[in-house]
């Protein structure tokens, strides 16, 4: 799918991977919706993009705004082409900690973000994307999800990211597998450690420590180094139904 020209819908397109995301397709001449439940980042957002850009706040875990959200994008610039889900959030908890157990809510709201999110954002893009003609090899538009490395090496106190990741995950490739005969591609990527406002709770001292288990490069990673992927993601026809780790061979250990 080319990108200039094309209309990109970014969830948690407002800070860290997604703004990278946002910044760099909308840098390579793509239509840019962005969703993000931040009205005060998403507005600072599309303020310095100025146009081919429209913020429209919403909780991706809600269906009626998020019905809403797609509606607008495709009044605004008359299709969607290429979503990305980057809205996420990561708490970490012991299921059995020092503070007591971990609330049921925490869990379910991890997985109501993190996973049923994302497939709600998913299932009503590609029905936007239905509408499209179709493109070489008959391409109408490509799904990109974002997992994490947790999904395979969760950590002490990940149990739930992990398992809302682990989601997101499988259901990559039921989704590519029911999308190819509409020729709309599904593809994840797994991060490992990326420098972006998720990580602000650790202090410098233990982001170097995390940095320093990385094989190579030893450093965590630069959100543009996930936007570039995307971009490729969206450009290469052939990558469909699996996930991609983006992590310098970073394998987490349980701790
Ligand atoms: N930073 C990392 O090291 C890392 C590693 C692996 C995976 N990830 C994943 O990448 C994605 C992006 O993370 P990030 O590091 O850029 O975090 P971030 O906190 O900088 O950005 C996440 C964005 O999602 C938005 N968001 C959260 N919940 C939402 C909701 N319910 N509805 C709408 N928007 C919502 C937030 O407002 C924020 O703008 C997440 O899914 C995260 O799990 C990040």
Do not use: W
Request: with cysteine; glycine share 10%; net charge neutral.
């Amino acid at each position: 799918m080319q990108i200039e020209n094309r209309t990109a819908f970014i969830t948690g397109g407002a800070s860290g991977l997604g703004e990278a995301v946002t910044r760099h397709l909308h840098s390579l001449g793509a239509n840019v919706v962005v969703v993000d439940r931040s009205a005060k980042r998403g507005h600072a957002l599309q303020e310095a993009l100025a146009e081919r850009i429209l913020f429209v706040p919403a909780d991706v875990a809600e269906e009626e705004s998020m019905s809403k959200a797609v509606r607008l994008a495709v009044e605004k610039f008359e299709a969607l082409h290429i979503a990305v889900c980057c809205a996420g959030i990561a708490p970490a908890k012991r299921v059995l900690g020092r503070d007591g157990i971990m609330p049921l809510e925490l869990f379910a709201e991890t997985i109501q973000v993190n996973l049923v999110g994302c497939f709600n954002a998913v299932r009503l893009a590609a029905e936007a994307m239905m509408i499209n003609a179709r493109e070489g090899d008959g391409e109408r538009g490509v799904v990109i999800m974002t997992s994490s490395i947790a999904a395979r090496e969760g950590q002490v106190g990940q149990a739930a990211y992990a398992a809302s990741k682990g989601g997101v995950d499988s259901l990559t490739l039921p989704l590519a597998r029911e999308f190819s005969p509409l020729g709309i591609r599904v593809m994840t990527i797994a991060p490992g450690l990326f420098n972006t406002p998720m990580m602000d709770s650790i202090s410098d001292e233990a982001k170097e420590s995390l940095a320093g288990q990385i094989p190579f490069p030893q450093r965590l990673g630069r959100p543009v180094e996930f936007a570039r992927l995307v971009a490729e993601v969206i450009g290469n026809r052939m990558l469909n139904g699996s996930v991609i780790r983006l992590d310098g061979a970073l394998r987490m250990g349980p701790k």
